[in-house]
């Protein structure tokens, strides 16, 4: 059937409304591919796959297939020894579930032809479960997933929480009330600030980050946070490390 005929019988329209009802790019390129058949051996199968997939989805869709992506490119990076990120590793492990939770929904009886089709997919619990463990489900690495990176974190969090308490201090002083712009702790290249004013600019002893576009506000850091400002810095440097092992 040549596409001039395939485009008097709107056979286009059927498939975007087919594409509508993907859950994934890879089902969506399946669909954008198909085309009709004319060997009656053929239609029956596909026909009855479709019958048996039909009955199957009375008894609920099978959603964990919407967090699949195509992997392609993270398993060509894989196989030349790259390293993968966390939203990555998070891909790999969604398309793992979703395989062993796709062997575990077309298990029926009922399913003999669409447990043909899922003959070819194997379960690797082993990784999906390493995976798991160590990536949470919006793609980043968990704090316990290592011993080493779980301290790192938490030194981390310690030192923005003397941060905050320091420079809390420091902006309900009635002392500086008269320096301040705001009375608020604000942030610049993760380094945590003070909005002073322009005119107090050297009663605030510290390293100047940004100023207002107005340039009536100046943000700095003061001198007391500077250095655990800095060892924050050195952690996420140990962290990025720590993740990338």
Not at 27 to 54: C, F, W, Y
Not at 168 to 180: A, G, V
Request: charged share 30%; aromatic share 6%.
């Amino acid at each position: 059937m040549n596409k001039q005929t395939l485009l008097k019988l709107e056979f286009d329209k059927i498939q975007q409304q087919l594409v509508s009802l993907t859950y994934f790019e890879g089902g969506r390129q399946k669909a954008l591919a198909i085309v009709p058949v004319n060997e009656k051996s053929t239609v029956i199968k596909m026909h009855d796959e479709t019958e048996e997939a039909m009955e199957l989805l009375r008894y609920g869709e099978p959603g964990f297939l919407s967090s699949v992506k195509l992997v392609r490119n993270h398993l060509a990076k894989a196989r030349i020894n790259g390293l993968l990120s966390p939203a990555e590793l998070s891909d790999i492990y969604h398309l793992l579930r979703a395989s062993r939770l796709i062997i575990k929904y077309t298990g029926g009886d009922s399913c003999r032809r669409l447990k043909d089709i899922c003959s070819g997919i194997t379960e690797v619990n082993d990784l999906e479960n390493q995976i798991f463990r160590a990536v949470d489900e919006d793609g980043f690495i968990r704090d316990d997933a290592s011993p080493a990176l779980r301290s790192i974190r938490s030194q981390i969090d310690s030192n923005r929480i003397k941060i905050k308490d320091f420079l809390q201090k420091f902006i309900r002083s009635e002392s500086n009330q008269k320096l301040l712009q705001d009375n608020l702790v604000t942030e610049r290249d993760g380094r945590y600030v003070v909005p002073v004013k322009q005119e107090h600019r050297s009663e605030v002893k510290g390293i100047v980050h940004d100023e207002s576009a107005s340039g009536a506000t100046i943000f700095i850091e003061p001198l007391p946070v500077v250095e655990h400002n800095n060892h924050i810095r050195s952690l996420q440097m140990e962290e990025k490390r720590e993740i990338e092992r």
